[in-house]
Antibody, heavy 120, light 110 residues
Framework: QVTLKESGPALVKPTQTLTLTCTFS??????????VSWIRQPPGKALEWLAR???????FYSTSLKTRLTISKDTSKNQVVLTMTNMDPVDTATYYC????????????WGQGTTVTVSS | QSALTQPASVSGSPGQSITISCTGT?????????VSWYQQHPGKAPKLMIY???NRPSGVSNRFSGSKSGNTASLTISGLQAEDEADYYC??????????FGTGTKVTVL
């Protein structure tokens, strides 16, 4: 069974750096074609694609957030980490990680999401 | 990367069919057969309903179907049921090798 779970602080202050961890099971990110993406959703708003890391360690970022995001993986721990610098209240959202399996392009398994509030 | 354009809302009566459009550009929807659709109920994580334009994951009802023409993809729900009431999002691979989501559509079952 494939599962993913996001973890991180529920509250961060403006200008701080947010670090989120996606811990997964049931698959290996070293398997050819496997990918993990991060997505966020502000309250009452649409989904926004943030970043993706592939099995071969290729990394891709949202054009508008590229300068603030870093994605990395620890294959031995089955974890993907996303950091976002210079947090602002507009970054308040539920953050999700999701898997894209090999051979197709759809996020087939999602974590439950973790809510992050940016406030002083 | 601009969000893909979806209608804000679509409604239908039980048993009817509805179609949700998702309009992008030749750099995303029109350029690749990598469009996916997600259903999201309030307070829940999104669920994959269609991948690679028209493929259904195992366990998804065959009442859901996807298609694409040019820069516009579509999701059709036939035999509309009360449980289909939710928000729906399209997503596409892009020429930058990134992803992009649609603006979202609220489906109401009358």
């Amino acid at each position: 069974q494939v599962t993913l779970k996001e973890s991180g602080p529920a509250l961060v202050k403006p200008t701080q750096t947010l670090t989120l961890t996606c811990t997964f099971s049931g698959f290996s990110l070293s398997t050819s074609g496997m990918r993990v993406s991060w997505i966020r959703q502000p309250p009452g708003k649409a989904l926004e694609w943030l970043a993706r890391i592939d099995w071969d360690d290729d990394k891709f970022y949202s054009t508008s957030l590229k300068t603030r995001l870093t994605i990395s993986k620890d294959t031995s721990k089955n974890q993907v980490v996303l950091t976002m610098t210079n947090m602002d209240p507009v970054d308040t959202a539920t953050y999700y990680c999701a898997r894209i399996g090999p051979g197709y392009y759809g996020m087939d398994v999602w974590g439950q999401g973790t809510t992050v509030t940016v406030s002083s | 990367q601009s969000a893909l354009t979806q209608p804000a809302s679509v409604s239908g009566s039980p048993g009817q069919s509805i179609t949700i459009s998702c309009t992008g550009t030749s750099s995303d929807v029109g350029g690749y057969n990598y469009v996916s659709w997600y259903q999201q109920h309030p307070g829940k994580a999104p669920k994959l309903m269609i991948y690679d334009v028209s493929n259904r994951p195992s366990g998804v009802s065959n009442r859901f179907s996807g298609s694409k023409s040019g820069n516009t993809a579509s999701l059709t729900i036939s035999g509309l049921q009360a449980e289909d009431e939710a928000d729906y999002y399209c997503s596409s691979y892009t020429s930058s090798s990134t992803g992009v989501f649609g603006t979202g559509t609220k489906v109401t079952v009358l």
